[in-house]
Each structure stands twice: as C-alpha cells, then as structure tokens.
C-alpha cells in the first residue's frame, strides 16, 4: 500500500515489471497505463449497459465482476510489495 500511495503522490514512480504484471492482469495495454488517465471502468473493463431495458440483475453481475477485479488488483499489489520486502 505504500508503494501505491508512492505512485499516487508522485514520490516514486513503478518499476517497468510492474507496469507489465499489472496491464497483464487487467488486459491492458502499457501504453494506455503510461499515457493516459485510466478510469476503475476502464481498468475493470465495465461498461454501464446504455440500453434502459437491462436487467438489474445484469447490472449487478457487472458491479460484481468489477468488485473481484478490485480485489485481485489488490492482491496482486500487496504480493508485489510482500515480494519486495
């Protein structure tokens, strides 16, 4: 957690490895990860269903997939920084 509130701030900048691991885990490409300012959505890959007709029940299933990517990003950082100490 130290680490990301770091890049957060701007004390520290993440190692190049990282930047693969973490834009392999969500599908992303470094690119985007240097060079633009991502939003959770987009990291998450959601997409608010346009259609109004949608199911609730649809729209949940997303929020909870997104939910698991959270927790798998947040695990995977705490590995990291486990890894490093």
Known sequence: RSS???YEEGRAEPKLDTLLK???HFKLKVD???RKELTVNQIAGFRY?????????QLY???RALSK????????LQKMINDKG
């Open 32 to 34: 985007d990860i240097i």
């Open 49 to 57: 269903p346009l259609d109004e007709k949608i199911k609730t029940d």
């Open 69 to 76: 990517k959270i927790d798998a990003l947040e695990e995977t």
């Open 22 to 24: 973490v834009a392999d």
């Open 61 to 63: 299933s997303e929020m």
């Open 4 to 6: 990301v509130g770091s």
